[in-house]
């Protein structure tokens, strides 16, 4: 039963084809189809095809003399900037395996990145370097980084840029900072220009459809972020998939501020405009001025983004309702959008905005919203060559239509397992009228037309503005925290994140005089930013189950009965 065909755009095929070569040759292609056409645009500085896909081919020679071999895996921890999509294409190139790395990490949780892969070799910008060298210098020695490659931004764009083309005044301090090659304990650092000026060849391309080539670490319910396997087929479906469904040409410009360490980022915006060889525009983080300028200047026409960026960029008093005259496409996931804002977009902007729906397990959209056809609040429906059901998660029988229960996914873009977790992996899986469909862990429902709509969530997850935060992974980096005795991490509602992380704590006897604020500052330098908690409720016990185990459910629904949460 595929109820949502009749709503399938009709200028698509229900499945695809696929390329019988290698992520590299989608870059190697384009630069030789359009030479001279701008890439990237970085603060006014454009980069063409040809000088991208030379520039990767140069930093893949490198990386091969430094000992990188086929299906090795390389770190790559960066704020979107050219050298991000430079290094990613130059990793597949030297046959290796790519390890995006969300620089928002701090050295307690990239020690994790480097010994979990294996990782050897990592590239990263000069600010985000001291972490990195922190967390590797503190690992024994046979686990360390061997080589750390290190730009600044200003190696992407001129520093004396100004006009329209300028970084925000408050950026500059820290995109033109000139810091020196941190000391690397029994390894090396190098700087981006003498990496891209080695005269080697590149080594032969051997990497193929059914090669390792990208390592994403998703968290769980319980330990570490887990690396999820992806193979070269399994990218190019999405990014093949992502082009035709989104109207892909080489004329089409996408504002990039969807970060590119995340597999939105880098299937959906990164590989999908190399694919089409379209131009992307980036912008390194978010500021709904530089935003507003750039859709203007550069007459973007596709954005992906998550929601609190649109709820942003309308709420600026400067905002004109033409800056979004140019855009043919404006979507995105990770959170739902408000009702309010959607309906806004389209009566001002003849906008719809079209969600989606996806997993770093399925290399990101499973679902989205037809664009003549959309929904709003809702998934979508399944997405090029996806097979999706709703099945009872304790039965895994398929539940009736409007009825929820666990949504599982089968396609040609769903992961090939856990790097290292045959455990997960095992449990991740079923088999379901002959095929190995994902359990995506969240609840949901099909209406009587295709379309899925979220219900709830199986697995315990914050999201707090499209950022999913996994408790146990908070909890466990809390526990390294003197004071803390016992932690116990939940959702807490929250006007503009919808989500945020709260931790309620019991102290241990010896450090009853520390306060909830200091426990947040030292999260915050000790944890990525949006996994932080931002709310502390200090109490003298938690709530347990007959066998002991927290009842965080409990507290979670205590929590959401409180009209002011405590702090």
Request: contains cysteine; glycine residues 6%; aromatic residues 8%.
């Amino acid at each position: 039963m595929r109820p949502h065909f009749k709503f399938w755009p009709r200028r698509l095929p229900h499945s695809i084809t696929l390329p019988a070569t290698s992520l590299w040759d989608n870059l190697a292609i384009s630069a030789h189809r359009y030479p001279d056409k701008a890439a990237l645009v970085f603060f006014g500085r454009r980069l063409r095809y040809r000088e991208l896909a030379e520039g990767a081919e140069r930093l893949a020679a490198w990386l091969a003399a430094q000992g990188v071999q086929r299906g090795d895996r390389v770190a790559l921890c960066m704020q979107n900037c050219p050298q991000l999509v430079l290094a990613h294409f130059a990793i597949l190139r030297a046959n290796a395996v790519v390890v995006p790395v969300n620089p928002m990490n701090r050295a307690e949780e990239l020690k994790h990145y480097i010994t979990d892969p294996d990782t050897r070799l990592a590239i990263t910008t000069a600010d985000l370097a001291p972490e990195l060298v922190k967390a590797s210098n503190a690992l024994p020695p046979g686990e360390r980084l061997a080589h750390l490659l290190v730009t600044r931004f200003t190696d992407a764009f001129d520093a004396d840029a100004t006009g329209p083309d300028a970084p925000p005044e408050a950026w500059k301090p820290w995109l033109h900072s000139q810091l020196p090659l941190p000391a690397l304990d029994g390894g090396q650092t190098h700087a981006w220009a003498d990496a891209l000026a080695c005269p080697q060849p590149p080594p032969a391309l051997q990497a193929g459809p059914d090669d390792l080539a990208l390592l994403p670490y998703t968290s769980g319910t319980t330990g570490l972020p887990k690396g999820c396997m992806h193979l070269h087929k399994g990218i190019m479906h999405n990014t093949v998939a992502s082009n035709l469904w989104s109207n892909g040409a080489a004329d089409n410009v996408t504002l990039a501020v969807l970060p590119m360490f995340h597999i939105t980022g880098i299937v959906s915006m990164m590989h999908t405009a190399v694919y089409s060889a379209s131009t992307l525009v980036i912008m390194p983080r978010w500021d709904r001025s530089l935003a507003a300028r750039l859709l203007v200047r550069y007459r973007i026409s596709h954005w992906p983004n998550i929601p609190t960026m649109v709820i942003d960029l309308l709420g600026n008093p400067d905002f004109r309702h033409q800056d979004l005259a140019s855009l043919v496409y404006i979507g995105g996931g990770g959170a739902a959008m408000p009702q309010a804002v959607a309906q806004r977009l389209q009566e001002h902007c003849g906008l719809c905005y079209t969600e989606g729906y996806g997993l770093t397990e399925t290399a990101a959209p499973s679902h989205t919203n037809p664009p003549d056809h959309p929904r709003q609040q809702c998934l979508g429906i399944p997405y090029i060559g996806v097979d999706a059901r709703v099945i009872d998660p304790d039965t895994l029988q398929e539940m009736p239509v409007g009825e929820s229960g666990e949504i599982i996914i089968h396609g040609p873009q769903v992961f090939a397992g856990y790097w290292k977790r045959p455990e997960a992996t095992a449990a991740a899986f079923i088999e379901f009228e002959g095929k190995r469909f994902f359990r995506s862990g969240d609840l949901g429902r099909m209406d009587e037309d295709g379309y899925f709509f979220m219900t709830d969530r199986l697995k315990r997850m914050i999201n707090a503005s499209g950022f999913k935060v996994w408790p146990a992974e908070v909890e466990a980096l809390m526990f390294r925290h003197p004071a803390i005795q016992e932690a116990c991490v939940i959702a807490a509602k929250d006007s503009y994140r919808g989500e945020t992380v709260k931790a309620i704590v019991v102290l241990r006897p010896t450090h009853q005089d520390t306060t909830g604020q200091q426990i947040i500052d030292w999260c915050r330098e000790n944890m990525a930013v949006y996994k932080a908690p931002r709310i502390v409720q200090l109490v003298s016990a938690l709530p347990k189950s007959g066998s002991g185990k927290v009842m965080w459910r409990t507290l979670q629904e205590q929590d959401a009965q409180q009209t002011q949460p405590l702090a």
